[in-house]
């Protein structure tokens, strides 16, 4: 039957295509991030990592695939001209909530200390300093978490979805009060208690983001301030705030993480403590040297951990 076999080679092409592109598109990622040397000629299937089978899959969105072809260029460019080695081993976000700033830090490869990569402007962030409380609130939170999945369906171009309510979140939590969620990095510029960085700020940041997890960062640290606490900003920041002692002291549980980094340029280790405030127990890598020895106990990551799950399930923002 000529229809039954020009059907069945057909198939067989198709077949083909479809097991060659993906290996294909990872052998050039994987070139693309500097995982694999580009002039190789051992065999493709040998060397592909398998960190890159998550940026093939959020390849499969078209707003993530332009955002690459938008950003790569620039973003090799921003590496090479502050002298640090690309891709990053790690990246690590800090806002400032008075200031209305992101900072995207970056540790190269073979480097021990963080160093600034960029600052991004908050163009749009609802609510006052202070943490956010519950659902409805409009606050942005305040403390140390993480980027726990990627939205490329974002109603706001693309976001990264922030961890809130972590552990010390559901601690001070009030008992029948819902602490809300759906806190989000994202592009736009309009929010309801989200971090909006503009289109083109997250489509850089974002495919940044999507690099650090393909290279092995298993969690990316964001670390929220109300404002810079060097001693001086937070005594003024509890003088402004007199009437709300408990911001102040909240606040005062940031700073030993705060000063931590500025000293050290690496990420500091936080914990929960048994009064559920953050607590500074040194190096995120001492957090995970105590993880892995100890009794399970509430913590607060700060350093890398298996994200959860890699692409946003829908959600509007």
């Not at 700033?101 to 073979?110: I, T």
């Not at 500025?262 to 403590?273: A, F, I, M, S, Y």
Request: net charge negative.
């Amino acid at each position: 039957m000529p229809g039954w076999d020009v059907w069945r080679k057909a198939s067989g092409l198709a077949a083909l295509v479809v097991v060659l592109v993906p290996a294909l598109a990872a052998g050039q990622l994987a070139r693309d991030l500097g995982l694999i040397p580009a002039d190789t000629d051992a065999p493709l299937v040998a060397l592909l990592p398998t960190e890159t089978s998550f940026a093939l899959e959020q390849l499969r969105y078209e707003r993530v695939e332009q955002a690459r072809v938008a950003t790569r260029h620039n973003i090799k460019l921003l590496f090479h001209e502050r002298g640090i080695p690309y891709p990053a081993a790690e990246i690590f976000l800090r806002v400032f909530k008075r200031e209305r700033s992101l900072e995207l830090w970056v540790r190269g490869q073979d480097r021990d200390r963080f160093e600034l990569l960029k600052i991004y402007d908050i163009c749009a962030m609802a609510g006052a300093l202070g943490p956010k409380r519950k659902q409805g609130d409009n606050q942005t939170p305040e403390g140390f978490y993480h980027i726990s999945f990627f939205n490329p369906r974002s109603e706001y171009h693309l976001s990264l979805h922030v961890n809130y309510p972590n552990a010390r979140d559901r601690a001070a939590g009030l008992a029948g009060i819902s602490l809300g969620g759906d806190i989000y990095i994202h592009g736009g510029c309009s929010s309801e208690g989200c971090l909006a960085i503009t289109d083109e700020g997250i489509r850089e940041l974002y495919w940044l983001s999507v690099e650090a997890r393909s290279g092995g960062q298993q969690r990316i640290p964001v670390h929220i301030f109300p404002a810079r606490l060097e001693t001086r900003d937070l005594q003024i920041l509890q003088q402004t705030f007199g009437e709300e002692p408990e911001l102040g002291r909240f606040w005062a549980t940031l700073k030993p993480a705060y000063d931590y980094f500025e000293e050290h340029r690496q990420l500091p280790g936080v914990v929960v403590n048994g009064r559920g405030e953050y607590a500074l127990v040194g190096s995120a890598d001492d957090v995970v040297a105590e993880q892995e020895s100890a009794a399970p106990a509430v913590r607060v990551p700060a350093g890398p951990r298996p994200l959860g799950s890699p692409v946003g399930g829908g959600s509007p923002h």
